[in-house]
């Protein structure tokens, strides 16, 4: 999801990576690419799975009303997702499987 965000979420995602002593040189773009890696690192230290495998076809389009429900223009996201895009997700996180 943070790489989905892009520049939406590029500040503050820098900002982590300074506070966390990741990374203080750089682009904000670069910054933002090195808190990703160490939380996908991190991840991998702990075993946990990049996507899930279990997601059938005929479940995406319920799981996109479900998130489509949740999510609004109030709700603290740097991004607010349309059907389509919340469409990709899933099937990328499935892809990573």
Known sequence: MLEDYGAA??????????????????????????????IRAMNRRMEIPTGFDHIREEDIPQMV????????????????YDEARCEAVIRRIIAEA
């Open 9 to 38: 979420a590029e500040k503050k995602l820098a900002r982590l990576a300074e506070l966390t002593g990741m990374k203080s040189e750089g682009t904000e773009g670069e910054k933002m690419a090195a808190f990703i890696a160490e």
């Open 65 to 80: 009303r479900w998130a489509l429900a949740e999510a609004n223009p109030v709700y603290p996201v740097p991004v607010i």
